[in-house]
């Protein structure tokens, strides 16, 4: 009898390595699953939760965690203030550019209830999107004068920021070949860099805060299938850039 008890100990002995393996292999899992994340304060929420479930409950306690933070099952974390602005809500917190979104918001009322102007807060920063018929003729990078005030309230809460900003071009997707512009990269950035003296010229703003670039048909708004998705397109993007 005790040579039999001898024997089934030593049996079981590998259940303890095994469960150690295991462990080993849960948490390179984990490791691994976080490091795929881009959002960097997801994987931390989602590492304390599995430590927390480790500690508590073992691997069985951790594997629950884990699957029910990424099913939805556990409560999201609260939205922030640029979530709040994409979906068209109100800010509840002061992100750097909240606030001059909100004074643009109210000041640009007329043009943007027009369609002249559309308005968006992200990840880059503060937006401005001016839509080419409303300040630019059709194939030319002259300004329309009859847009300088709405450019001028856009000057004056730029002049109030420290922040650099960027002038970005874009056309439709229908070629361009006249006496001054061979296409439309030509085009898009020719009116970026209007915008740019304008700015210098008229409303006293530094020309270094400034960046221009020209994308032509590329990082199209809308369709270019419809006059109404190549009207979207063709526009220039006053970006102020989130520091």
Do not use: C
Request: hydrophobic share 40%.
């Amino acid at each position: 009898m005790k040579r039999r008890t001898a024997t089934h100990s030593n049996a079981e002995r590998w259940v303890l390595p095994y469960a150690d393996f295991v462990t080993l292999l849960f948490a390179l899992f984990v490791a691994m699953y976080a490091m795929a994340q881009q959002d960097r304060n997801g994987a931390k929420r989602l590492s304390a939760s599995v430590r927390e479930a480790v500690d508590t409950g073992g691997v069985p306690t951790a594997l629950r965690s884990l699957m029910a933070s990424h099913d939805g099952s556990r409560p999201s974390p609260a939205p922030t203030a640029l979530d709040a602005v994409a979906r068209g809500q109100p800010a509840t917190a002061d992100s750097g550019l909240e606030k001059p979104f909100g004074k643009l918001s109210e000041a640009l009322k007329g043009e943007i209830g027009e369609g002249k102007v559309e308005l968006r807060l992200g990840s880059r920063g503060l937006v401005v999107t001016l839509q080419q018929q409303s300040f630019f003729p059709s194939g030319d990078d002259s300004i329309y004068e009859s847009s300088y005030p709405t450019l001028a309230r856009v000057a004056a809460v730029i002049a109030g920021l420290p922040n650099p900003v960027q002038l970005e071009g874009y056309t439709d997707s229908v070629p361009i070949h006249s006496a001054r512009f061979k296409n439309n990269w030509e085009l898009s950035t020719a009116r970026s860099i209007s915008l740019l003296e304008l700015f210098q010229t008229k409303f006293g703003l530094d020309p270094d805060r400034f960046s221009v670039a020209g994308y032509a048909q590329n990082g199209p708004a809308a369709s270019n299938d419809t006059e109404e998705g190549r009207a979207r397109n063709r526009r220039v993007e006053i970006v102020i850039l989130a520091h």
